[in-house]
């Protein structure tokens, strides 16, 4: 069972502080609410309101937070596939739908078509430390695709490509449903699907303190069916937020609760995360630095707050602004996924993403498994006990001997040494025998293997047809 938590940067007082602090932004400034059905439920639960400003009492809050499970687990098509999140368990969700894809064959920026959503979902599905799947449902355009229909196509391209569970969109109330209803025929029907979750969505918070309609009917929608959301808050310190990390975190931490507030409302027991994208803005060109030290500190700062709060736990890493996979990639990455994962955020997102998370890569979703790796091997630790310690052994060999022959190391060194995949420990001769390879181009020959060789699962025959058969009353709805 691989646990973060021991990276910490706020006091027990410092949490106290600012949890105080979102309570009193929720009922002294309250919450712009643009959605009229999640307005309604909170006038009705009591809650004060002025033109679409809504003010959030604590007794409220403090209602939800006992009200959202403290675990919950997701399942793959594979019912015996399950992913539980609790208790500072650490899982990686690889970003699969972006506006723009990095072609391996130019190495140029690109839109991203329903073809690369299905390559992408392939190859993350291909890796193990990959259990959460972002889909291409998600994506508001898929090139090719009819913006309308997008998340129907694009959630049928993931589920053919993955057996792992995979994600649903928000984006407004009949999106919502559509995507609900196609992973209500996965499960085997809406009972079996609110008993066993194989799939859950995300819900941004739009900073500064606004509920937008979109993202809040969608909301309502999987919290309906008890579904998990992953309940997100994206601020930019310096710019929708406060420059301050400890103002930025109080801002982020009451727009959450405050979109928890309703999810409970609607069903009490919903599943929720609490999610951050936060990160500072670079004063100097106007841009987020999702791959910023900042970024790495609100991470570890926000998986505090969760813990405080028993409620898992989401966030952001491998990031980077980079534009290449070059040493700034590698840098940027390495911190933001290493941060989260050390403080026990238990999902974390964006493996996959550079360019400020506006471009995705085959490439990098190779080279962010390597980092997932090490990661893992890091948060297992080390066993301590006395065939570890290994005194009989170590008497044996003496002084000036080895360990190369001892059965000892035969048997241990394959758990207790991680074994990298595409990084290089190879002689600088045997370097020049094989090519040459930087890891860019090794990777490149991962993702050639993988799509040459793995064969994901394949849905049911009868399944599919009834996806289909959805995918194309969507396509009448919309006339497209």
């Not at 941004?204 to 992953?230: C, H, R, W």
């Not at 500072?280 to 791959?291: E, F, K, Q, V």
């Not at 790495?296 to 707050?305: D, E, K, L, R, S």
């Not at 241990?412 to 890891?439: T, V």
């Amino acid at each position: 069972m691989l646990k973060g938590g021991m990276l910490k940067i706020l006091s027990e007082e410092d949490i106290e502080q600012i949890h105080l602090s979102a309570l009193s932004i929720l009922w002294r400034i309250g919450i712009d609410v643009r959605e009229d059905q999640a307005f309604q439920i909170l006038k009705k639960a009591g809650c004060p309101t002025n033109g679409t400003r809504v003010r959030i009492p604590a007794h409220l809050v403090e209602q939800a937070i006992r009200l959202s499970p403290e675990t919950f687990t997701l399942y793959g098509r594979d019912p015996e596939f399950k992913i539980p999140l609790e208790d500072r368990r650490v899982f990686y969700e690889p970003m699969i739908g972006r506006l723009n894809i990095l072609d391996s064959e130019t190495g140029r920026r690109r839109r991203t078509t329903l073809q690369d959503v299905c390559d992408l979902v392939r190859v993350a599905d291909s890796m193990e430390h990959y259990t959460l799947l972002h889909s291409g449902a998600i994506m508001p355009h898929i090139e090719g695709v009819a913006d309308e229909v997008s998340h129907a196509h694009g959630y049928l391209a993931s589920v053919r490509n993955s057996s792992k569970v995979i994600k649903g969109v928000v984006r407004g109330r009949q999106k919502a449903k559509d995507c609900i209803r196609m992973a209500a025929v996965i499960a085997g029907g809406e009972d079996i699907l609110r008993r066993k979750p194989n799939m859950f969505t995300t819900c941004n918070v739009i900073s500064p303190l606004t509920f937008a309609p979109e993202q809040t009917e969608g909301l309502i929608e999987y919290a309906k069916m008890g579904l998990p959301i992953d309940i997100a808050s994206e601020p930019q310190s310096g710019a929708t937020s406060p420059a301050t990390m400890a103002g930025t975190i109080a801002l982020q931490t009451a727009e959450i609760l405050g979109m928890m507030v309703v999810a409970q409302l609607v069903n009490p027991g919903t599943p929720v995360l609490m999610g951050t994208v936060g990160a500072a803005m670079d004063m100097r060109n106007g841009t987020i630095s999702l791959g910023g030290v900042e970024a790495g500190m609100i991470n570890v700062a926000h998986a505090q707050m969760a813990q405080f709060y028993k409620v898992p736990s989401r966030g952001t890493g491998s990031n980077t602004e980079s534009k290449s996979l070059d040493i700034q990639a590698g840098i940027e990455k390495t911190l933001t996924l290493m941060t989260p994962a050390l403080a026990g955020i238990n999902q974390i997102f964006y493996p996959g993403t550079m360019d400020h998370a506006l471009t995705v890569s085959l490439e990098s979703l190779v080279i962010d498994h390597e980092i997932c790796g090490m990661i893992h091997r890091m948060l297992a630790g080390i066993t301590v006990n006395d065939a570890a310690l290994a005194i009989d052994i170590i008497e044996k060999v003496g002084p000036g001997g080895h360990y190369l022959n001892q059965a000892h190391t035969l048997s241990n060194f394959q758990k207790e040494h991680y074994i990298p995949q595409i990084c290089d420990r190879d002689s600088h001769e045997n370097w020049l025998a094989k090519g040459s390879l930087g890891m860019l181009d090794t990777a490149k020959q991962k993702v050639k293997k993988i799509l040459s060789e793995h064969q994901p699962s394949p849905l049911d025959p009868a399944v599919e047809k009834e996806l289909l058969a959805i995918v194309q009353e969507v396509e009448k709805r919309e006339g497209v």
